[in-house]
Nanobody
Framework: EVQLVESGGGSVQAGGSLKLSCTTS????????MGWSRQAPGKERELVSF???????NYADSVKGRFTISQDNVKKTLSLQMNILKTEDTAMYYC???????????????????WGQGTQVTVSA
């Protein structure tokens, strides 16, 4: 079973930067891609960025132009460079792996998501 471990969170001042990292271990299968999600108090978990198997990266409008997702398939790591951080970025950030269901495809809407324990990011004004 895959294990996802996040690191790099912390407290920063607005306008600052942080780089989150996610290390993976264990065998992965039926993987459609990996990404980062976040959840702030009182809010639903939202997808921040996602990178598909073909390398295509997508970003939430709120972070577009400020965050950059990258992956190292050799080291089996996923990173999220966060620049020009805003107080609105304060949340618990989770590394996620998306998998298709048995008999399904990555284009199917009923894919499965797996998360790590998360790393806290706090941005102060």
């Amino acid at each position: 079973e895959v294990q996802l471990v996040e690191s790099g969170g912390g407290s920063v001042q607005a306008g600052g930067s942080l780089k989150l990292s996610c290390t993976t271990s264990g065998y992965t299968f039926r993987t459609c891609g990996m990404g980062w999600s976040r959840q702030a108090p009182g809010k639903e978990r939202e997808l921040v960025s996602f990178i598909a198997l073909d390398g295509t990266a997508n970003y939430a409008d709120s972070v577009k132009g400020r965050f950059t997702i990258s992956q190292d398939n050799v080291k089996k790591t996923l990173s999220l460079q966060m620049n020009i951080l805003k107080t609105e970025d304060t949340a618990m950030y989770y590394c996620l792996q998306q998998r298709r269901r048995v008999g399904g495809s990555c284009s199917s809407p009923n894919k499965l998501n797996f998360w790590g324990q998360g790393t806290q990011v706090t941005v102060s004004a």
